[in-house]
């Protein structure tokens, strides 16, 4: 049976590969400079989470991780072909990123415990994981990492560690705590999207 990690790294990896994908074709990089946005957005947090966590990434110790990215920059390549426009603020984009947001961090607040990182250090994993890979894109699109600057992102993930964390704290069972956690995040970020929320600005 599939364990909670492995199915939301799965789910995550897929995702981002797709948005990293359709970010680079809308940068308007030939396929192979898609390919490698695509793979770094996925793979980018997962290594950033294994790192800090003290472990060989995921990606590097097996096939599965890189077998699943490229699947899902595929998956964006054949979306971009398909669709007109922009696509930086359409669904295609938004959904999978949304989806991707709440996989990584869920892994990364799952890997935090399991490694027994302080309160504090689970927030971080947890949040570094679900933005890091679309932060390394950004950067490589010469922009600043939408994080940084643009609505309601990280915080989901930030409250979503957190919330992780109290989970477990209360006896709730790490798998449970796991699809909670996605759960939260993802719709977190989806209401944020809709009512189009915004941190205030100095």
């Known amino acids: 049976m599939i364990g909670a990690f492995d199915a939301m790294n799965a789910i995550g990896l897929v995702a981002f590969a797709v948005v990293?994908?359709?970010?680079?074709?809308?940068?308007?990089?030939?396929?192979?400079?898609?390919g490698v946005l695509g793979m770094l957005t996925a793979l980018g947090g997962g290594i950033l989470r294994d790192v800090l966590a003290g472990r060989v990434p995921v990606a590097l110790r097996t096939t599965a991780d890189v077998s699943v990215a490229l699947a899902g920059v595929g998956i964006g390549v054949v979306l971009a072909r398909a669709m007109d426009g922009r696509l930086r603020d359409h669904a295609a984009v938004q959904l999978p990123d949304a989806v991707g947001l709440a996989a990584f961090t869920a892994t990364g607040a799952l890997v935090g415990i399991e490694t027994g990182l302080s309160p504090f250090g689970v927030v971080v994993l947890a949040t570094l994981t679900g933005v890091g890979g679309g932060s390394i894109a950004d950067l490589l699109l010469g922009r600043v990492p939408a994080v940084l600057h643009e609505d309601f992102y990280a915080t989901p993930a930030v409250l979503g560690?957190?919330?992780?964390?109290?989970?477990?704290v209360i006896g709730v069972a790490a798998g449970r705590a796991t699809l909670g956690c996605a759960a939260f995040v993802f719709v977190l970020r989806l209401v944020a999207l809709r009512y189009d929320w915004h941190l205030p600005t100095v």
Do not use: P, Q, R, S
């Open 20 to 34: 990293g994908a359709l970010k680079g074709a809308n940068a308007d990089l030939d396929l192979f400079g898609v």
């Open 161 to 168: 560690g957190g919330a992780f964390w109290l989970a477990t």
